[in-house]
C-alpha cells in the first residue's frame, strides 16, 4: 500500500520549437515555465499544483543570464517556493537531481517539487551565424542551492593532444570496447547499424523528436556526403544531436500531497529507488581498461537493489544513449541483451530524438513515465551519463507501490567505483602499442588528425599521443585495425607523437 511520504510523479510536460525566424525563438526561462505549467495540468490538479510547490529546480542551462533560474521561473509562475536548486553540468545531473528530490519528499522534508530543464542551441547558433542578439528572459535573483560537481572531464594533457569534446572521446571509448570483445572494425561497425537502427524507429514515432526519421542499419553506419565520417568508427547519424530547441520537466509530490491536491490515481508513477556512482578514475586517459565503466556497473546494481527488482521486471528502458559505446556499455551493466525485444530507449535516443545539452534525461523519464501509465502495473528504468561515461545515475518508476515496506535505501552521494587511476607518462619515448585510437575527419570527409592511448613496452606505462603522417597516413591507419597495432613514441613540446611501425 501506497504510504503518505511516498515519492509519486504527478505531472510530465515536453517541448519542442522549430522556429525559421528568431523573433519566433523561445528562451530557456520561457520554456521551462511552458513545461510547468503543462506538467501541472497534465497532473489533473491544474494550477493548485503549482501553488503547492516548495521546491523548483532547473537542470543547468544554456542560453541565459540569469543569476538564478530557478528562482526566475518561480516569479513568472507567480509561486514562492522555500528552496531553489540549480544542477551543475552533466547528463546524469537530471535523475540525480530528480533523486535526490524524492528522497526529500520520503524523509519528509518536501511535499511539492518541480524538476525543470530546457535547451535552446538551435536557436542560438542560427542567431551566431546572424550576428543577431537575442533578447530573452532572464528574470531571476539570489543564489540557487548548487547541485553536481565542478570537476572538469578532461585532463589538460587530453585537452593538448585534442580530445577536448564528446565526438573526439566517444570513438576512443568505442575502439577500446571492441578490443575487448576481440571484433573486426568490419564486424563491429555492423554490429554498431543493427544497435542504433531501432532508435531511429523509436525517433520517427515521437513527436518531441528533432530528427523523426527512420535510418537501416546500413544508412547510419555508411559514410555520405549527408553522413560524414566524424571520427573513426562514428559517422554523423551515430553522434548525439546537441542543436535543438527542446525542454522537459517533471512534478513530483508526496502521496499525501497528490491525494489533498486531488491528483487521480492513474496520474501517479511512484518512485521505486535509484542511484548514483562516479569513475574512481575519472580521465579516460587514466582508465586501467578503458573500454570498461565498473561504476556504471555499480549504478546499476545499487538502482535494482533499492527497487527491489532485477532487470528482468523492467518493461521500459531509457538508456542514456549519447552515442553508440554508451549504450553497449549500459547493456552489459544492466544485464541486458543489445537486441532486447523491450527495446532500450523510449524516445529515440539523442542522436535522433536530440540531446539537448544537459537536460536529456528529463526527456527521458517523462516518456517512461507515459510508458508506465500507459501499461499500469509496469515498470520503467531510465539513465543517465555524465562526460565521458564517467558519472552514472538512474531510477525505477511503475504505477504499483514499491514492494516492502519501507522506502528506498538513502543513495550514497559521490560513489567512487572501480579500479585506481593510472599514471600517464608526461614525456614518452620508445617503443609502444595501440591500446585505443581515433582518426577524425573534417566537414570535406578528409582525416584531420590521429589520436592513440597506448602502452610503452618499457614499464609497460601509458602514453596518449598524435598520429605523426600527413592525410593519406591517417586514413591508412583508420581503414585497417590499429588495435594492437606497434610504433615508436616521441615527446613533443606541445603534442606526443607515435609513428606506426
Not at 530573452?136 to 585532463?155: A, F, I, K, Q, Y
Not at 556526403?225 to 513530483?252: E, S
Not at 580521465?283 to 549504478?299: H, K, L, N, T
Amino acid at each position: 500500500m501506497p504510504r503518505p511520504h511516498d515519492p509519486v510523479l504527478i505531472g510530465v510536460g515536453q517541448s519542442i520549437h522549430r522556429t525559421e525566424r528568431l523573433e519566433d525563438a523561445v528562451g530557456p526561462l520561457e520554456m521551462m515555465t511552458g513545461i510547468a505549467r503543462q506538467a501541472a495540468e497534465d497532473s489533473g490538479a491544474g494550477q493548485a499544483v503549482l501553488e503547492a510547490a516548495d521546491t523548483v529546480a532547473t537542470v543547468s542551462l544554456i542560453g541565459t543570464r540569469s543569476k538564478n533560474p530557478a528562482h526566475g521561473v518561480a516569479l513568472e509562475l507567480g509561486i514562492h517556493p522555500k528552496r531553489l536548486v540549480t544542477t551543475r553540468v552533466g547528463g546524469e545531473m537530471p535523475l540525480v537531481l530528480v533523486n535526490d528530490l524524492a528522497q526529500r519528499i520520503a524523509r519528509g522534508e518536501s511535499e511539492v517539487a518541480l524538476a525543470l530543464g530546457a535547451n535552446p542551441l538551435a536557436s542560438m547558433m542560427k542567431a551566431r551565424k546572424l550576428g543577431t542578439e537575442l533578447n530573452w528572459l532572464d528574470r531571476g535573483e539570489g543564489e540557487p542551492e548548487l547541485m553536481g560537481s565542478t570537476e572538469p572531464g578532461t585532463h589538460p594533457r587530453e585537452v593538448q593532444h585534442g580530445l577536448t569534446m564528446p565526438p573526439d572521446v566517444y570513438p576512443m571509448l568505442e575502439h577500446a570496447l571492441r578490443g575487448r570483445r576481440g571484433l573486426s572494425p568490419d564486424d563491429h561497425r555492423a554490429r554498431l547499424g543493427a544497435l542504433m537502427a531501432p532508435f531511429t524507429r523509436v525517433a520517427a514515432a515521437n513527436p518531441y523528436s528533432w530528427f523523426p526519421v527512420e535510418r537501416s542499419a546500413e544508412e547510419l553506419i555508411t559514410p555520405t556526403p549527408n553522413n560524414r565520417m566524424v571520427a573513426d568508427p562514428y559517422t554523423k547519424y551515430l553522434n548525439a544531436v546537441l542543436y535543438t530547441d527542446q525542454a522537459a520537466g517533471v512534478i513530483l509530490a508526496s502521496e499525501a500531497a497528490a491525494d489533498r491536491l486531488g491528483v487521480p490515481e492513474e496520474k501517479r508513477v511512484r518512485w521505486w529507488g535509484g542511484a548514483r556512482a562516479n569513475e574512481r578514475a575519472w580521465f579516460v586517459s587514466e582508465r586501467p581498461e578503458i573500454g570498461d565503466a565498473p561504476a556504471m556497473r555499480a549504478c546499476a546494481q545499487r538502482t535494482l537493489d533499492a527497487a527491489g527488482i532485477g532487470i528482468d521486471q523492467v518493461n521500459h528502458m531509457d538508456f542514456y544513449s549519447c552515442f553508440p559505446v554508451a549504450v553497449e556499455m549500459a547493456c552489459e551493466a544492466f544485464g541486458v541483451a543489445e537486441d532486447d525485444p523491450r527495446g532500450l530507449t523510449t524516445t529515440g535516443g539523442l542522436p535522433y530524438h536530440g540531446g539537448p545539452a544537459n537536460n536529456y534525461t528529463l526527456h527521458g523519464l517523462a516518456t517512461v513515465a507515459e510508458r508506465c501509465r500507459a501499461e499500469p502495473g509496469s515498470v520503467g528504468l531510465a539513465t543517465g551519463n555524465g562526460w565521458y561515461l564517467t558519472k552514472h545515475s538512474a531510477c525505477v518508476w511503475s504505477t504499483s507501490p514499491r514492494p516492502g515496506d519501507g522506502p528506498p535505501p538513502a543513495d550514497e552521494a559521490e560513489l567512487s567505483a572501480g579500479p585506481e587511476p593510472l599514471a600517464v607518462a608526461e614525456s614518452p619515448e620508445g617503443p609502444g602499442r595501440v591500446e585505443t585510437y581515433t582518426v577524425l575527419y573534417g566537414r570535406d570527409g578528409q582525416p584531420e588528425r590521429g589520436i592513440v592511448l597506448g602502452r610503452l613496452d618499457a614499464g609497460d606505462q601509458r602514453f596518449i599521443a598524435n598520429l605523426a603522417g600527413d592525410a593519406d597516413a591517417l586514413a591508412a591507419f583508420a581503414q585497417g585495425d590499429a588495435l594492437g597495432r606497434k610504433g615508436q613514441v616521441e615527446p613533443g613540446e606541445e603534442r606526443n607523437l607515435f609513428r606506426p611501425a
